[in-house]
């Protein structure tokens, strides 16, 4: 397992960013296929984006794609989720999450991922 720290929550307008960063100290980041996680009250934690452990692949939920990009700096350990055009149902709890190696060309479920972060919460108003 790895060791995740998140940041980058907050309470935002609607049609506003936030930037959500998760970072891995120590360990083989490079290594690590990293996801995505949200899970909004009395609702099961559901797939946001999940990318490769190089980058060059994404994959993103139908409900975020266009809005939101995921991405990873492999120099400094840290994975990070772009989120605009935030709406009042983006609000959730987002949980970054790491698995070794894998491939994944559709979205993975949480299962899948053995180290989690302590989750961040964004909350969006109209």
């Known amino acids: 397992q790895v060791l995740l720290v998140e940041s980058g929550g907050g309470l935002v307008q609607a049609g506003g960013s936030l930037r959500l960063s998760c970072a891995a100290p120590g360990g083989t980041f490079s290594r690590y296929t990293m996801a995505w996680f949200r899970q909004a009250p009395g609702k099961e934690r559901e797939s946001v984006a999940v990318?490769?452990?190089?980058?060059?692949?994404?994959v993103y939920a139908d409900s975020v794609k266009g809005r939101f990009t995921i991405s990873r700096d492999n120099a400094k350990n840290t994975a990070y989720l772009q989120m605009n055009s935030l709406k009042p149902e983006d609000t959730a709890v987002y949980y970054c999450?790491?698995?070794?190696?894998?491939?994944?060309?559709?979205?993975?479920?949480?299962?899948?991922?053995?180290?989690w972060g302590q989750g961040t919460q964004v909350t969006v108003f109209s």
């Open positions: 999450a790491a698995t070794f190696g894998g491939s994944y060309y559709s979205l993975p479920a949480p299962a899948d991922f053995p180290s």
């Open positions: 990318i490769s452990w190089s980058g060059d692949y994404t």
